[in-house]
């Protein structure tokens, strides 16, 4: 279907389903309940997981193919956020415009920054990007001004000209008059569901930017940026140029930033320096290689997967703790509440990164090799059953 | 006039001679080795073949063109096609697509963007990369990572990836070095079945007399930078100066 083979068509459909009913699958517990702190059913967290998982799948395509690591692609991110509340203050509050705009900056940012990083790999393509990132971050705090609004923002004000803003339209962003921030809330039982249109809009997105990128994976050019990474000698005594190659890919994931940068601004009105900040770089390295590195739903779970961290995790605190450790003796609660102090709350960062040290370390492959192998495992002793029972058939057929 | 033709070539390294007055002709359809002992300049001469180092005089000429200053993918659209002294090739890749990308890439030159196509719907190309791999016995390793060869499979399939292109010249950089005495013969038979199934131009250069003598339809014989006779095996084999280069002026 849509040009992809079986196994293709069904992830593709998979990560359909699991976005479309996103809303119901983060929300398992009822409101009301002690484990309703667990839910990330809420708007914001499930649009940053959207908009982080397209950043990390351009990512992907420019790391997990190519092998190049680049320490500076939230400069594109950054851009794109900007040329999206540009577009608000000039033309209105629709975000088609804007975020068709935030791609074609990220492009044009991409290719000016990749033409000079790629004519060094390794080590040091990792530090020219690293070192354009951070010029852009210093330029758009303070020189940069008067397009970007230096530490305050960038943000839309009632005297901005929005040409094309007719007078019904909404006064927050909006697809054709739809507003962004419109939710529905369900209520079921205990339970509740937000559905909000943002993330709709944004899981679209990503969608297309998923069949995109399987596309790109399965392609002739995605065979020949795995070739780079493989041995770029080879390459060049194959008569292949790794040049224009590395830099399309490049172009390709930071367009992809520039789109993940659009849909920010467009669900939040508002574009900082600090989105362009190294800190910001080397979140989307993590989700990578937490998720896996080279494959296609790797990025998407790795960066589902930090962000639940860095918005349910960080919300445990002290008090919590004691209500989880209540029933015990005073003096065992205390002792295990100052334990586990340190790795939640604020200490959240110390817990994700001893996991990402050991998926670094036991599964190289991340996230997507550990279901890999918790797979192998359960097949292999379904097989081994099913094995058995074929067996015994076999026996038993000859006596009849 | 030879396909490969390499007129009066110097090449100075600070003060030491590496080349100089370098002549040579490979003529089309026929295996041209280069010999000689260690430090003769064979490596030299073969880096000036493909863009690797520039001479300080003379021309190096393929096909009526120069290659001088080209790069690697250049020389290799030109029509010349590399195996290298250890086997270089995709070892992540699998065994099928190692010999895919060589075809895209004599099909759609130094770089295409055809990120919207599927592999798998290039009919032309897994067909034609199928009956290379039949060619060289490898079929049934297709869907293996290239990496997990043997070594005589990894020459083997570095040979079908260059030979998958059609070159008009194939150019072997000692292709039997460090090779086990079995291994070299294989080498040897692979490359004589390729010779005869085959119109096919090659040069070759190797340090070890007998892969080239059982081989080589000419031999130029390189000493100290200056090639010192060209001539058939049968005619190399008894020639003093060649014996005087490879065993010392006492024999």
Known sequence: MLGLNTKDTWLLVIVALMTLFAPFLLNPFPANSSLAQFNAGYPDLMQRFVIFGIFAIGFNILFGLTGYLSFGHAAFLGVGSYAAVW?????????????????????????????????????????????????????????????????????????DPQYFQRSGA?????????????????????????????????????????????????????????????????????????????????????????????????????????????????????????????????PVL??????????????????????????????????????????????????????????????????????????????RRRGRKAGGAEAEAARKQPAE | MG????????KNFGGLKALS??????????????????????????NCLIGKLIPDTGSVMFDGQSVLGRKPHEINQMGISRVFQTPEIFGDLTVFENVMIPIFAKRDGSFRMHAFESVAHERDIVEEAEAVLADVNMLEKRDLHA???????????????????KPKLLLLDEPTAGMARADTNNTIDLLNQIKAKRDITMCIIEHDMHVVFSLADRITVLAQGTPLVEDTPDKIKGHPKVQEAYLGEAA
């Open chain 1, 170 to 298: 909404p006064d927050i962003p909006h697809f054709f008059g739809l507003e962004m921030r419109a939710t529905e809330t369900l209520r079921m039982g205990g339970w509740s569901f937000d559905i909000n249109a943002g993330y709709y809009l944004c899981a679209a997105v990503l969608l297309v930017a998923f069949y995109m990128a399987i596309r790109l994976f399965r392609s002739p050019f995605g065979m020949m940026l795995r070739a780079v990474k493989s041995n770029q000698q080879r390459l060049n005594y194959t008569g292949l140029n790794a040049r224009p190659y590395t830099l399309a890919a490049f172009v390709i994931s930071g367009m992809y930033a520039g789109l993940a940068g659009g849909l920010m601004a467009s669900m939040d009105p508002l574009a900082g320096a600090e989105r362009m900040q190294w800190t910001a770089s080397g979140e989307v390295v993590l989700m990578t290689i937490l998720g896996g590195a080279g494959t296609l739903i790797g």
């Open chain 1, 302 to 379: 790795g960066a589902g997967f930090i962000k639940y961290f860095e918005n349910i995790f960080s919300k445990i605190n002290d008090g919590v703790l004691h209500g989880w450790f209540g029933f015990l003796p005073d003096g065992i609660e205390n002792v295990l509440v100052t334990v586990v102090h340190p790795f939640v709350g604020k200490g959240w960062h110390l817990t994700l990164g001893l996991l990402f040290m050991l998926v670094v370390i036991f599964l190289p492959g991340g996230l997507v090799e550990g279901g890999q192998r918790i797979g192998k495992y359960v097949f």
């Open chain 2, 147 to 165: 990496a997990s060869l043997s070594r005589g499979d990894k020459r083997r399939l570095e040979m079908a990836m260059c030979l998958s292109q």
């Open chain 2, 21 to 46: 007055e370098v002549n040579l002709s490979v003529k089309e359809n026929s295996v041209h080795a280069i010999i000689g002992p260690n430090g003769a300049g064979k490596s030299t001469l073969l």
């Open chain 1, 87 to 159: 577009m608000f203050k000039l033309l209105g509050y629709n975000v088609v415009p804007a975020i068709i705009l935030s791609v074609i900056v990220g492009a044009v940012f991409a290719l000016l920054i990749g033409f000079i990083s790629l004519r060094r790999s390794g080590i040091y393509f990792s530090i020219l990007t690293l070192a354009f990132a951070q010029m852009s971050f210093a330029l758009a705090y303070s020189v940069l001004t008067p397009i970007t609004n230096g530490e305050t923002g960038l943000q839309v004000y009632t005297s």
């Open chain 2, 3 to 10: 396909i490969l033709e390499v007129k009066n070539v110097n």
